[in-house]
């Protein structure tokens, strides 16, 4: 019987504890499901993100999270404070 796919949540306990076994052992072998990947196929990478916007929202809210997905590779603008120009004296 082949494993079930699911795509990975974050917000379960099961799916964290999965990924987690997998990096201690280096294996899937254990895992009962198939994790379904996005567009560039890479599982490991695609799981670590979700979960450092997953742990990050937890710590700091959804109020940041917007903020970080915008921030990434493509991104050609960084949020910055405005900084103050030095004023002339004459």
Known sequence: M????VVFDPELKA?????????RLGTWGRCPVRFI???N????????RSL???YV?????????????SVGRNSKKLD???VAKPVKKA
């Open 57 to 69: 929202t937890k710590e700091f809210g959804a109020k940041n999270e917007t903020s970080i997905r």
């Open 37 to 39: 990947t996005d567009d």
């Open 2 to 5: 082949c494993r079930p796919w």
């Open 52 to 54: 450092i916007r997953y």
């Open 15 to 23: 799916h964290r504890k999965w990924f987690e076994e997998f990096q």
């Open 80 to 82: 910055k404070k405005p």
């Open 41 to 48: 196929g890479d599982l490991v990478t695609m799981i670590q």
